[in-house]
């Protein structure tokens, strides 16, 4: 996971309309209205320029295989153990000095998980809702491809964990009475070593995966940089390797007979993110993101299309103060700078961090009571799994907030001037938003934002308790390159560009508008080990 940020982000708005069009953030962060933006589009930056090809003596050695995988993150292992698998020769080259793993909720279908658990799931109705929420401005194809093999893939993954001694579990998500933000189950984990509860493991997920490539045969050479794809045929042909830069600083070419696979993960290039995603461009200057984006510029320069859904999605993660589920923000009280409220507060991490990003400053308070840990109850824990225990105790959650007071992430006072002063807010403002807001919690109607009865809990009882999030944090940037469906690398008309394929984060027109959550684990589970799992089973069994 990103590292959340510190530093106060201004003047970022998610989403505000102009008579031109929808308003973004430029590079300086001054909101851009439509036409701006796409003049912002249509200027050269300097990553679509390619670099000068690296000269032929600088190339000190040349190493064959029938597919060459640049990048040793879940989605380029599991395609390389599925490739050798079949019988395929390969390669795996990365920059990293080790395997590298982030998060850990891997999302699938009908696995042999979840039927052992009872856990069932309906591809049609979840899709439904998740095509409404990314405005059907997605590849539907690849979804249904990702829902139809996802448990074969799962399955295979499954049998490589317990093998090593891992426990498979389930992850537990939010769950709406009202059926609307109810997550939905199949977010598989693992547990183990360190790891105790679910969402953390993706780390020894990646290690079991390059133990087993090893063992297989597969050749991973590490802190090595891939630079350039080879084209054959001034760029119009067969892409049939790429020229890395081999730890010593000498240059080395992996020629890849049937195909090279690009699993570079994400990208925080600004110019990249300037022209890509401006909205997120102050996050990347303070370093979110973990990859250059260096996958996508190969592509680009060996004439790769950009994905058609632009912006593209980014995986934020918002909201303040204690919630009561995995992924569900706070439903208590929460304002902005001002002190005021600007919306119901029932809701999970990704649609909050998106409200979070319209109030000023990005800054958002939480304001609850000594009574709120009881009144809010049952409590399930971050890392909860379906089958283990579900619900820690009120006097743990207590315990946790006084701890987090010491640590100074939460405040603490005995009166509302008091707990105002410490968070900065307007005394007379706060008094009179929580004035207005018990009345509210009294009556059970919540004339302003109508959030429902059960999560009214007043702020009355002290000690009071308060925390700040002064942004959302950014995980990564989601998609790049237009795929099909067998994950293909196409160009501006649509063509396949032989021998180049995608996996992982660099797939594009997966997402659109934000990364919801719905289906915790979706890049993780779909594009990285569904599609990492098909394209190495399809490229081995292919001719080349």
């Known amino acids: 996971m990103a590292r959340k940020v510190k530093k106060s982000i201004t003047r970022r708005t998610f989403m505000k309309r102009t008579a031109a069009g929808a308003g973004v953030l430029s590079a300086t962060g001054i909101e851009l209205a439509g036409n701006e933006l796409s003049s912002a589009r249509s200027k050269t930056y300097s990553f679509e320029t390619p670099p000068p090809p690296v000269p032929a003596g600088e190339i000190k050695q040349r190493i064959t295989a029938e597919i060459v995988v640049i990048g040793a993150g879940t989605s380029g292992l599991v395609c390389a153990n599925a490739a050798v698998e079949n019988g395929a020769e390969v390669a795996l080259i990365t920059a990293s000095s080790a395997p590298v793993g982030r998060g850990g909720s891997n999302h699938a279908f009908d696995s042999k998980l979840m039927r052992k658990l009872g856990l069932t799931s309906d591809p ?163 370093g979110a993101g ?21 912006p593209n999605a980014p995986m934020l993660m918002g909201g303040v103060g204690p919630g009561t589920q995995p992924y569900r923000t706070f439903t208590g009280l929460v304002v902005n700078k001002n002190a005021v409220r600007y919306g119901n507060e029932d809701s999970i991490v990704s649609f909050a961090a998106a409200a979070q990003m319209q109030q000023p400053d990005s800054t958002i308070f939480a304001i609850w009571d000594s009574g709120y840990a009881e009144q809010a109850a049952p409590w399930t824990p971050i890392g909860a799994y379906y089958g283990g225990s579900s619900e820690v105790s009120v006097q743990s959650v207590i315990d946790g907030w006084e701890d987090s007071v010491k640590f100074g992430t939460m405040v603490r006072a005995d009166t509302i001037d008091a707990l105002s002063r410490k968070l900065g807010l307007s005394v007379a403002r706060l008094k009179a938003t929580i004035e207005k807001y018990n009345e509210f919690c009294k009556t059970g109607i919540d004339k302003d934002y109508g959030k429902r009865p059960g999560l009214l809990i007043a702020v009355e009882r002290p000690p009071f308790f308060g925390e700040t999030s002064k942004s959302p944090w950014l995980l990564c940037i989601s998609g790049g390159l237009r795929t099909n469906i067998k994950m293909q690398v196409l160009d501006k008309n649509a063509q396949v560009i032989p021998g180049l394929y995608a996996v992982g984060t660099i797939v594009g027109d997966m997402y659109s508008g934000i990364y919801t959550f719905m289906e915790p684990g979706h890049n993780l589970g779909a594009n990285c080990v569904t599609f990492g799992y098909l394209v190495g089973k399809e490229i081995a069994r292919s001719r080349g």
């Open 124 to 286: 049609a109705k979840e899709f439904k809702d998740e095509m409404k929420s990314h405005a059907f401005m997605i590849d539907q194809d690849k979804w249904w491809l990702w829902a139809r093999k996802s448990g074969e893939a799962m399955d295979w993954l499954i049998d490589k964990m317990e093998a090593e001694g891992y426990q498979s579990v389930i992850e537990m998500g939010n769950t709406d009475p009202d059926g609307i933000m109810t997550m939905y189950p199949g977010s598989h984990s693992w547990l183990g070593e360190n790891i105790k509860t679910a969402g953390q493991s993706q780390q020894i997920v990646v290690n079991v995966l390059a133990k087993t490539a090893l063992a297989r045969g597969v050749r991973i050479f590490f802190n090595t940089t891939a630079v350039q794809l080879v084209r054959e045929d001034n760029n119009t042909g067969r892409v049939r390797a790429v020229i890395a830069k081999n730890p010593d600083g000498s240059y080395c070419i992996y020629e890849g007979t049937k195909a090279i696979v690009l699993a570079t993960g994400d990208f925080k290039d600004e110019e990249m993110v300037e022209k890509y995603c401006p909205w997120m461009l102050p996050f990347v200057k303070d």
């Open 290 to 310: 973990v990859y250059s984006g260096d996958g996508h510029k190969m592509g680009l320069w060996v004439g790769a299309a950009w994905q058609k859904t632009v």
